[in-house]
């Protein structure tokens, strides 16, 4: 069955005020274009989770869409901190929830396999157990060793960036991978949205790729460029220029403010956004192709 949408139609359908919304991806994939439609849907009190924020949760939280972070790492990758969310932590006027890398993953692995925890060997990061009363420790009871445990994690909607699907949301991923597959898993409802839909049969010559089954997937959202100014292996570069420029927007409330108005608020879609580019950043961002080599899955 068809679960193609536009995706104005599924941040309204499916993204409510109030909820946990985790958008994908690790420097590469990262859903931008759902994170932009939230803002102009003027989506309110959620709670953003994600294992490395970056640009796109500093823009969520400029345009008064946060209540609360959790989070591992979190900064504007190669640059240096995100200065808006963390302003925001400092004046407390956005609530936090920190846990390391590791952390954070095994909560989606306890959520993805219905567990209520997951338990973890001892790290160096004692100051997160006491900055974090959700880490809690625990005795094994085979070798009586400590342990440490994080609490399962289940968004209400996880918003996944994917290279290719079909019409039913079974989608293949490749090049640098996330927490893609575990995040899916892990909600309640899951958005997909994609550089091309293909149809099944194209999906099915490669299922070693299909990292998401269209059985867990509620909307399929055709939407080139929807990474930008992440990337998508295969489609289009990375847009370090824009990443670093954003480190000196995000200094000035004035320039953050009228970024948003021309980047966000005053385009459409997507589609708007990406015409909106000059020649030479889309020049820069064209990518040479490389395709790997053929893969014999005899009968099947």
Same mark, same amino acid.
């Given at each position: +069955?068809?679960? #193609?949408?536009? *995706?104005?139609?599924?941040?309204?359908?499916?993204?409510?005020?109030?909820? *946990?919304?985790?958008?994908?991806?690790?420097?590469?994939?990262?859903?931008?274009?759902?994170?932009?439609?939230?803002?102009?849907?003027?989506? $309110?009190?959620?709670?953003?989770?994600?294992?490395?924020?970056?640009?796109?949760?500093?823009?969520?939280?400029?345009?008064?869409?946060?209540?609360?972070?959790?989070?591992?790492?979190?900064?504007?990758?190669?640059?240096?901190?995100?200065?808006?969310?963390?302003?925001?932590? %400092?004046?407390?006027?956005?609530?936090?929830? !920190?846990?390391?890398?590791?952390? +954070?993953?095994?909560?989606?692995?306890?959520?993805?396999?219905?567990?209520?925890? +997951?338990?973890?060997?001892?790290?160096?990061?004692?100051?997160?157990?006491?900055?974090?009363?959700?880490? $809690?420790?625990?005795?094994?009871?085979?070798?009586?060793?400590?342990?440490?445990?994080?609490?399962?994690?289940?968004?209400?909607?996880?918003?996944?960036?994917?290279?290719?699907?079909?019409?039913?949301?079974?989608?293949?991923?490749?090049?640098?991978?996330?927490?893609?597959? !575990?995040?899916?898993?892990?909600?309640? $409802?899951?958005?997909?949205? /994609?550089?091309?839909?293909?149809?099944?049969?194209?999906?099915?010559?490669?299922?070693?790729?299909?990292? #998401?089954?269209?059985?867990?997937?509620?909307?399929?959202?055709?939407?080139?460029?929807?990474?930008?100014?992440?990337?998508?292996?295969?489609?289009?570069?990375?847009?370090?220029?824009?990443?670093? !420029?954003?480190?000196?927007?995000? %200094?000035?409330?004035?320039? /953050?403010?009228?970024? *948003?108005?021309?980047?966000?608020?005053?385009?459409?879609?997507?589609?708007?956004?990406?015409?909106?580019?000059?020649?030479?950043?889309?020049? /820069?961002?064209?990518? !040479?192709?490389?395709?790997?080599?053929?893969?014999?899955?005899?009968?099947?």
């Amino acid at each position: +069955m068809s679960k #193609i949408t536009s *995706l104005k139609n599924a941040i309204s359908a499916h993204v409510q005020d109030g909820d *946990l919304i985790y958008l994908a991806g690790f420097t590469h994939l990262i859903p931008f274009a759902a994170g932009h439609e939230i803002i102009r849907q003027k989506k $309110k009190d959620l709670t953003l989770a994600r294992a490395t924020p970056d640009l796109v949760y500093d823009q969520l939280v400029a345009a008064g869409c946060a209540k609360k972070i959790i989070f591992s790492y979190m900064g504007n990758p190669g640059v240096g901190s995100l200065r808006i969310v963390r302003k925001a932590i %400092e004046k407390g006027v956005l609530d936090w929830e !920190e846990y390391s890398h590791f952390g +954070m993953i095994s909560r989606l692995q306890a959520g993805a396999t219905g567990l209520p925890f +997951m338990p973890m060997n001892q790290t160096g990061a004692t100051s997160l157990e006491q900055a974090n009363p959700n880490i $809690k420790r625990i005795t094994d009871p085979y070798s009586g060793k400590e342990l440490i445990t994080v609490p399962a994690l289940n968004p209400d909607v996880a918003i996944v960036h994917v290279q290719r699907c079909d019409a039913e949301g079974n989608s293949h991923i490749w090049g640098i991978i996330g927490e893609q597959k !575990e995040v899916a898993f892990a909600s309640k $409802k899951v958005i997909v949205t /994609t550089e091309e839909i293909v149809d099944d049969s194209v999906i099915r010559s490669d299922p070693n790729r299909t990292l #998401i089954p269209g059985f867990i997937v509620d909307a399929v959202c055709l939407v080139p460029h929807a990474a930008h100014p992440s990337y998508a292996q295969g489609y289009y570069d990375r847009d370090n220029h824009l990443y670093i !420029e954003w480190d000196k927007i995000s %200094e000035s409330e004035e320039l /953050t403010a009228k970024y *948003l108005e021309e980047w966000v608020y005053g385009v459409a879609d997507r589609e708007e956004y990406w015409q909106k580019l000059d020649d030479q950043t889309k020049q /820069t961002l064209k990518i !040479e192709d490389k395709f790997s080599a053929q893969t014999n899955y005899g009968k099947y």
